[in-house]
């Protein structure tokens, strides 16, 4: 089986701090994601990467930057957290050919920013 | 880009009853739709998907029907059971990446 596992499952951070979020996958896949889901919202891409040290921006992009200096590793940053970054972090990863397109989530990270 | 819209918001049924939700896209580009589920504390499971080449799929008590000329496609759950209750996500893909709906939550009722 995938498995997507994220480094925590409840941050509290305070405005400014520069936050950390962890992202590992164990099945190889070429593919690694960064969603963010709000209430009426559903699931907003924020960035992806399609291979080592490469990223692209999905659709919020700002106030987030992203690392991925090995496969199985993806990592979210918040350069300087704010309220408005209080949300629910969903990594996931997919393979590059075949099923390419099915995406195996892990559990989410619930950031709270005060 | 591709814009997913998804109805209803929030569906209550009895235990036995039918669920259908329904998804709207706008790129008629895009050639693959998957549904997510998920459920209270978790991240989302894919549970069934469905590519342009294919009008309904079907796996035991759920399936999918895509109409690419109207560019809806949608989700019917039958003879629904108190553990199908969670939040339901439609998605389609556009160039490069998946673009998810809104959710439905699913409330199925003993």
């Known amino acids: 089986d995938v498995k997507v596992t994220q480094s925590s499952r409840y941050l509290v951070k305070r405005t400014g701090e520069k936050v950390f979020l962890e992202c590992v996958q164990d099945?190889?896949?070429?593919?690694m994601f960064w969603y963010r889901q709000d209430p009426g919202l559903g699931l907003r891409l924020i960035y992806f990467s399609y291979d080592v040290k490469m990223k692209e921006k999905g659709d919020i992009p700002e106030g987030y930057s992203v690392s991925r200096e090995k496969k199985e590793r993806f990592s979210l940053i918040l350069e300087s957290a704010s309220t408005n970054q209080t949300s629910m972090y969903l990594c996931a990863s997919s393979d590059s050919f075949g099923t390419q397109e099915t995406q195996y989530f892990g559990p989410g990270t619930r950031l709270l920013v005060l | 880009g591709e814009n997913v819209e998804q109805h209803p918001s929030t569906l209550s049924v009895q235990e036995g009853d039918s669920a259908v939700i329904k998804c709207t896209y706008s790129?008629?580009?895009?050639?693959?739709f998957p549904w997510y589920k998920q459920e209270l504390g978790k991240g989302p499971q894919l549970i069934i998907d469905?590519?342009?080449?294919?009008g309904e799929k079907k796996d035991q008590r759920i399936a999918v029907t895509l109409n690419k000329t109207a560019k809806h496609f949608s989700l019917h759950i039958t003879e629904t059971q108190p553990e199908d209750s969670a939040v339901y996500f439609c998605?389609?893909?556009?160039?490069?990446?998946?673009?998810f709906g809104t959710g439905t939550r699913l409330l199925v009722s003993p």
């Open positions: 790129d008629s580009a895009s050639n693959y």
């Open positions: 998605a389609a893909k556009g160039f490069q990446k998946l673009v």
């Open positions: 469905i590519r342009s080449n294919v």
């Open positions: 099945m190889d896949h070429e593919n």
